[in-house]
């Protein structure tokens, strides 16, 4: 995780530039976290929430090991992006990046891409340079990036060109300063190098109502609940934006597939086209629009200073259509009813995104905002639901492109065994919820076929055990109820 200290503590960029006459060489290593957005992180109501302070903060210590003195040019590169004259993405005159340039994709999985070569502009733009560093001794460099294109280096002999937003992967490249060529350091920023200002971090907090069996009680049991409500709690970040909403979702995989076409007309066109691919149907189960909803505040101490949280109540939360993401309703003596999103045993869990959409452009072409999905989160029971309502949930789920076998969980000493038969994508992870349907462990998983990971899990405890991620042909999940004993 990002942190303002320099030191060892968190394993540091380090540039280890040392001259011999005119040569200059280099070593380096990285925590991708040193190179990333500036984050207040805000524990409230026992969940953790961030939201975006600053968009880039480069850090690196750079040793001069002994050499009287060093330049060093730090600098932040994009993927190249073209446009036709109606101000369409121009693919063809565009970076190619492994087919996801002009996709929600090509912007948050940049991790996953091979390193641009700075030389090669028909794949790559520079957008910033910070001021050369002239170094005299070994240094911790500390430098900001306001997410804005210097139209110096984005449009040259313009005078009249302005600076533009950046949404998009961005990765940071030190040099000498002296010769250009020689690349000291290339990374990507934060852990997926996707650079997006509005990053915000909600939490959910659904009414307690726990299921009638929980031998613990640990949550007041309310035998006549019909419907699920909620409160959404939005860290504010200060900025203006067009559109606010919170949906919760099965997966995000339909995400990366939504075009920067799609992203520029709104946040409802977004889910709609979501819901409308056969790979990703059924992924938006409800949402609300919060732009205009009224709310109420609360102010807390952040790691890096007060933060104002927005909270939201989203009442009898209700279910959209699968294919359409329209809102589903009922026919009862003749009048329109809501279906309710409830749990049931095939999706007991649901995943909360926020959307921030706007109408400012960015230099990458897609409209400046933001859409991502959080940790998995158990619905509460409702002993009291409508029959009607747990049926239309049930027809709604078998409409759902059903996630791909192949994933097995498998306990083993000390933790669990996963076996994929076709290796994972990008967020696959494994959590344990107890039997209040609390989140108490989690770990992201690398891409292998078959691996173990230990679990720190409390003895004589009842837990399901949830592994999620994407295969190559969709979502993926796999569910283990599991008792913990003092022997495994």
């Not at 799609?262 to 629009?289: C, F, H, K, S, W």
């Amino acid at each position: 995780m990002f942190t303002k200290k320099l030191l060892p503590a968190a394993v540091l960029v380090l540039l280890a530039a040392f001259l011999s006459g005119e040569a200059f060489a280099a070593t380096t290593s990285i925590d991708p976290y040193d190179i990333s957005s500036d984050r207040n992180r805000i524990n409230y109501s026992g969940n953790k929430l961030q939201v975006v302070v600053k968009p880039l903060r480069v850090q690196y210590t750079a040793l001069l090991n002994g050499v009287a003195a060093a330049k060093l040019r730090t600098s932040v590169y994009v993927y190249k992006t073209s446009f036709k004259a109606d101000g369409s993405i121009d693919l063809s005159n565009s970076a190619k990046q492994d087919g996801k340039r002009g996709f929600m994709q090509g912007i948050r999985e940049c991790y996953i891409t091979v390193m641009p070569d700075i030389n090669d502009a028909s794949q790559v733009t520079k957008v910033y340079e910070f001021p050369v560093q002239n170094l005299t001794n070994t240094t911790n460099v500390d430098l900001y990036w306001d997410g804005y294109t210097d139209p110096k280096l984005t449009n040259p002999g313009d005078a009249n060109a302005k600076p533009q937003l950046v949404r998009d992967c961005v990765y940071v490249v030190v040099q000498d300063a002296n010769n250009n060529n020689n690349v000291l350091y290339t990374a990507f920023a934060g852990g997926s190098g996707s650079m997006e200002r509005f990053m915000t971090m909600p939490a959910i907090i659904y009414d307690a109502y726990a299921d009638p069996n929980d031998p613990n009680h640990t949550k007041t049991i309310s035998t006549n609940q019909r419907t699920v409500s909620a409160e959404v709690d939005v860290p504010d970040n200060g900025l203006q934006y067009k559109e606010l909403y919170a949906v919760l979702m099965t997966d995000n995989c339909g995400i990366g597939g939504l075009t920067y076409n799609t992203v520029n007309q709104g946040a409802l066109p977004m889910l709609r086209d979501i819901n409308g691919r056969p790979g990703t149907r059924g992924e938006v189960a409800a949402y609300i629009n919060l732009t205009d909803m009224p709310y109420t505040t609360a102010t807390v101490q952040g790691s890096l200073g007060p933060a104002t949280i927005r909270k939201y109540k989203w009442t009898d939360i209700q279910r959209v259509d699968p294919a359409t993401a329209q809102p589903l309703t009922r026919t009862v003596a003749g009048t329109q009813m809501p279906i309710h999103l409830l749990r049931t045993d095939v999706y007991p869990y649901y995943r909360l995104a926020l959307i921030y959409t706007t109408d400012n452009k960015t230099f990458t072409g897609i409209n400046d905002g933001y859409f991502d999905t959080f940790d998995y989160q158990e619905l509460p029971y409702t002993p009291g639901a409508d029959p009607a309502d747990v049926s239309a949930n049930l027809t709604a789920i078998n409409t759902t492109a059903p996630p791909v076998s192949g994933i097995k969980i498998n306990p083993v000493l000390g933790g669990f065994r996963i076996d994929d038969e076709e290796g994972v994508c990008r967020d696959m992870s494994i959590s344990a919820f107890n039997m209040a349907g609390q989140k108490v462990w989690g770990k992201t998983l690398p891409s292998q076929s078959t691996q173990e990971v230990s679990a720190e899990l409390s003895p004589n405890q009842i837990y399901t055990i949830v592994v999620t991620g994407t295969g190559a042909n969709g979502p993926k999940q796999a569910v283990l109820k599991f008792m913990k004993t003092g022997r495994n």
